[in-house]
């Protein structure tokens, strides 16, 4: 350990074998996988509501992972299905999400089919849940005197409602409630060995 | 392709304990031809006694650092850039922890500034962590290294103009980073959050940093490496390659970029914060308490095994997900074997500050190390039982996580740099702190804040992935749980960010030139005044 060269070589000679077990062995296995059969892409709308997502760090509290029945009772919370590397083909950047503070999120188009439902819970989440602790997106709504023809009011109890004004839906609100509507990964799982199936009995397909 | 479980984690496995038992083996057999002697390395590279060595308080050993022959290691040139790097790095730190601050607010206080976008808690909470991470912790730790790397190889910072232009580069990139994660331009990826456009100029940055440094050890005036020298030749390694490729655009897609993100994220801490804390520990542990660390040898099995292991533990991000169960199980059994590399160095470090408490009693930046150290191994022994399958499904997705982070990155590395800090700055201006009640208001602060800190979440945690394991609880209530201990949490947050102010202050005060100077000798004050930095006389 007297030399400077040969030490950087071994460090680094390391991390990519660690790289190759990491990132490129999955990457071989995932990246060969076609989307899941039942799994339709994002449309225009859905995308730019998916954006708004990721920059509010939505992600942060919201995971989109549902867990095997083995592990956990994911599925008995209506949150779906285990999910399974083909479920995600057309995600990036990837939204898998490491917290529940607020529960999972992959199938919440199925769960929660109702635009309305989003848009008063956007606006104010404790006009529905009064404990909840999501902030609201106020700034994704306007209010207005009266609302126009084509505009979509939101929906809400008298505390949470502004005096003599309505509250409608910006585009962004529109096409985040469009994206969470997207999400309902109910069709059957395809590649069920994608996934971890660490806590089955017999280990899963993937022996 | 065909994969299985068992070869493939067995093929890995096996390769790198066959790599740990040659290791032994060459040390065994002297092969790597280093002595416990050599420990005292850096004592030798710096013309400096042993002995307590505390320049915080001591007006006495504030002198800039001299080789044996009398030459300055950290000639005023290299003085200022480290000088203006830690207050900048400071900044960064108040702003930061700030920031996280009203994140942690916010999630008892759903309503409070909620009026526009950059106030939200997604986006403050991810200011906080790009803040601490990118400003405060990587910057400081490479200022840090601009002054350790001249010291432990006894010769002066060589192209100090381009670790200059690194320095200012870097604090444009993270204060552009951070804006644009504020006006809702991000990647999405957790710790990459920070456009690729603008990690282009990190990336610049370190590469700045890392040349002179370069430069610099291939000049060195000692025949041995010091240990702190491995840790950070290392980490000038690692850091560059993990954030190159984890930041190529249209690269990565899908659940594959989850296993991207997660061997970037978990790297970063394994192989960039942990390697310069611990490395920094190596150095200022021994330095201040003036004796040389336990067993040399064994510091070896703990820095090569921390690579082989740590490298790739960064899949137990994902237990239960939709990754191949394969991937994960190999994290889960490196994350166990992390044991061997934290007990190599829990063996070596703790039982020379644990015998002598009495400089650790007298001293405060060796009581930030020396706790700083002492939550490594903490925070490593907890993440590896965390990554066991049976504790992962309550703890992950639960704010336990966050607790078992800030373990890492604060009471561990962060501790550790304000050791250092408080250790580096008098040397560089000649002068004590001017406020010393003020360094003991910042210790206690930052312990007391973070002891509830870390209980509140550690508690609070638990019991929230107790209850989303219930299925007869509705999860509202996992949530419900949380409130009491998320504003313990923020009560604990208060004082840490209270801590930092008082830091700052004194900083701000020993930077215009506040506290008692050296009466002999030359800090960076008399260097200016003679107008030669090359007469600084003896110590």
Redesign the interface.
């Known amino acids: 350990?007297?030399?400077?060269l040969p030490?950087?070589l071994l460090?680094?000679a390391?991390?990519a074998?660690?790289?190759v077990?990491?990132?490129i062995?999955?990457?071989?296995?995932?990246?060969?996988t076609a989307a899941a059969p039942g799994l339709e892409p994002y449309t225009e709308a859905q995308l730019r509501g998916r954006a708004t997502y990721?920059?509010?760090?939505?992600?942060?509290?919201h995971?989109q992972?549902p867990?095997?029945p083995e592990?956990?009772?994911d599925v008995?919370?209506g949150w779906g299905r285990?999910?399974?590397?083909a479920?995600?083909?057309?995600?990036?950047?990837?939204?898998?999400?490491?917290?529940?503070?607020?529960?999972d999120l992959l199938n919440i188009g199925a769960r929660m089919p109702s635009r309305a439902w989003h848009l008063t819970h956007l606006y104010q989440?404790?006009a529905i849940?009064p404990?909840?602790?999501?902030?609201?997106?106020?700034?994704l709504f306007e209010t207005k005197a009266e609302a126009a023809p084509d505009d979509v009011v939101v929906q809400l109890p008298e505390r949470y409602r502004p005096p003599e004004e309505v509250v409608v839906a910006t585009p962004e609100a529109l096409d985040l409630v469009d994206y969470l509507l997207s999400l309902d990964r109910t069709y059957p799982a395809a590649n069920p060995?994608?996934?971890?199936?660490?806590?089955s009995q017999d280990?899963?397909p993937?022996? | 392709?065909e994969?299985?479980?068992?070869t493939?984690v067995l093929v890995?496995f096996a390769?790198s304990l066959v790599a740990l038992v040659v290791l032994i083996w060459t040390i065994s057999r002297s092969e790597?031809?280093?002595t416990q002697a050599d420990a005292h390395t850096i004592f030798e590279a710096e013309a400096r006694g042993e002995g307590l060595d505390d320049p915080g308080t001591r007006p006495e050993q504030t002198g800039s650092p001299q080789g044996r022959d009398g030459d300055s290691l950290v000639p005023e040139s290299s003085r200022r850039i480290i000088l203006f790097v830690f207050a900048t790095a400071t900044l960064w730190l108040l702003l930061g922890s700030s920031f996280g601050l009203i994140a942690s607010l916010?999630?008892?206080l759903?309503?409070w500034l909620?009026?526009?976008?950059p106030l939200?808690?997604?986006?403050m909470?991810?200011m906080h962590l790009n803040l601490v991470i990118y400003g405060w912790l990587s910057l400081g730790l490479m200022g840090l290294a601009l002054w350790l790397i001249p010291t432990i190889f006894a010769t002066r910072l060589r192209l100090p103009s381009v670790a200059m232009a690194g320095a200012v580069l870097m604090n444009l990139s993270v204060g552009a980073g951070v804006w644009a994660i504020g006006a809702?331009?991000?990647?999405?990826?957790?710790w990459l959050e920070i456009p690729w456009q603008i990690d282009i100029f990190i990336a610049i940055s370190v590469f700045l940093f890392v040349v002179p440094l370069?430069v610099t050890?291939?000049h060195r005036n000692v025949?041995?490496?010091y240990v702190t020298g491995?840790y950070y030749?290392?980490a000038?390694?690692?850091f560059p390659?993990?954030f190159i490729?984890a930041n190529i655009p249209g690269l990565?897609?899908?659940?594959?970029?989850?296993?991207?993100?997660?061997?970037f994220a978990h790297?970063v801490l394994g192989?960039w914060l942990t390697p310069l804390g611990v490395g920094a520990a190596y150095y200022l542990l021994p330095r201040i308490i003036g004796k040389p660390i336990y067993s040399y040898s064994l510091s070896?099995v703990g820095f090569?095994a921390l690579?082989?292991f740590y490298?790739?533990v960064?899949?137990h991000?994902?237990?239960?997900?939709?990754?191949?169960?394969?991937?994960?199980?190999?994290?889960?059994v490196q994350s166990i074997m992390m044991f061997v590399p934290v007990i190599a160095v829990a063996v070596n470090q703790h039982p020379l500050w644990l015998g002598n408490l009495g400089a650790f009693r007298a001293s405060i930046p060796l009581r930030f190390v020396s706790i700083g150290a002492l939550m490594y191994t903490a925070a490593s022994m907890q993440g590896s039982i965390e990554a066991l399958?049976s504790v992962s499904?309550v703890t992950?997705?639960?704010?336990y996580?966050?607790g078992h982070a800030h373990l890492g990155a604060y009471a561990f590395v962060t501790f550790v740099l304000f050791g250092a800090l408080y250790y580096v700055i008098p040397r560089l201006v000649g002068r004590v702190w001017p406020f010393p009640s003020f360094i003991v208001a910042h210790w206690w602060l930052v312990v007391v804040g973070f002891a509830i800190y870390f209980a509140s979440l550690t508690f609070g945690g638990w019991l929230q992935g107790k209850a989303?394991?219930?299925?007869t609880r509705d999860?509202?209530e996992?949530?419900?749980l949380?409130?009491p201990y998320?504003t313990g949490r923020s009560v604990g947050g208060s004082l840490m960010v209270l801590g930092h102010f008082a830091f700052a202050f004194n900083l701000i005060a020993i930077l215009v030139g506040r506290g008692a100077e050296r009466k002999a000798g030359a800090g960076l004050a008399e260097a200016r005044a003679v107008a030669a930095p090359q007469s600084e006389g003896g110590n």
């Open positions: 350990m007297n030399r400077v030490l950087m460090a680094a390391i991390l074998f660690a790289t077990f990491l990132v062995l999955p990457a071989g296995q995932i990246r060969t990721v920059d509010l760090g939505c992600v942060y509290c995971s992972q867990r095997a592990q956990a009772p008995q919370r285990p999910s399974t590397a479920d995600y083909a057309y995600d990036t950047p990837h939204l898998l999400g490491t917290m529940r503070t607020g529960p989440p404790r849940h404990t909840s602790i999501m902030p609201g997106f106020p700034f060995e994608l996934r971890d199936n660490g806590y280990r899963g993937n022996k | 392709m994969f299985t479980i068992g493939l890995s390769v790597m031809r280093f916010k999630l008892h759903p309503d909620n009026s526009v976008a939200t808690f997604g986006r909470r991810t809702g331009w991000t990647d999405g990826l957790e370069l050890a291939r025949r041995h490496i491995w030749l290392g000038m390694v690692w390659v993990l490729v990565h897609s899908g659940v594959q970029q989850a296993t991207v993100n997660w061997w790297n192989l070896l090569w690579a082989l490298s790739q960064g899949m991000h994902l237990i239960g997900g939709p990754v191949p169960t394969w991937v994960v199980t190999l994290s889960v399958r499904s992950h997705f639960t704010h996580t966050v989303m394991l219930d299925p999860w509202m996992s949530m419900e949380t409130v998320l």
